[in-house]
């Protein structure tokens, strides 16, 4: 006979069908915000080329999305159930990186059309979607690391626990972003954003995952301990 416990929890599949299905959406979608010129007009070349940043935003966006992708197949390769507390952490995931293709276009337009004054606000919007983005996986790692029989390996849990950083430390780069964007240079937020796809690449499978994965998170804890200190 089934327990309550055994009723509230299913295998991951069609979660996984699910969650492929809207990353490779929002992909998709992101093409669909590169401007497409006017081909009644001349010039067609230099029309093209003066949307650059359309494409090398796309391009950007595209490597993301395609790293969040990555972390998630990473986690979901190490869990055997999803409960509903799991489910709605998943939905949080999947809806924030829906969000980007939208800053993605907006970027663009600032940085290819348009006065340059419009740039610290382009790169702000762009900076809170990638922290909503890092905050909707803030839950994940805690509610695995209580909820072990959701795993395929039960002793991963504490592996879960000490991963509870990984996102925080996307929260402040963006946060950081943002801040410096709007009031230096929106260029330093550009920079930024790509650290940001380095390091969620690089600790895709974790912090323990590499050498520079390892790295990442011996840093992260010096300066906690150091802040702990102060």
Known sequence: MNTEDDQEVVETGRVEAFSDGVFAITITLLVLEIHRPAFAQPSLGQRLLNHWADYVAFAVSFVYIGVVWLNHHALFARIREVDIGLNWINLGILSTSALLPFPTAVLAGAFSQGPASNRPAAVVLYAIVGALMSAAWIPVFPHLARRPELLLHPGDAALFARQRQR?????????????????????????LFFWMIAYHA?????????RLAQAFAAATRTRAHADCGS
Do not use: K
């Open 202 to 210: 690089i600790t895709s499978e974790g912090l323990h995952a590499n």
């Open 167 to 191: 996102p925080l430390v996307g929260v402040v780069s963006y946060l950081v972003a943002a801040i410096l964007g709007y009031f230096v240079a929106p260029e330093i937020a550009i920079a």
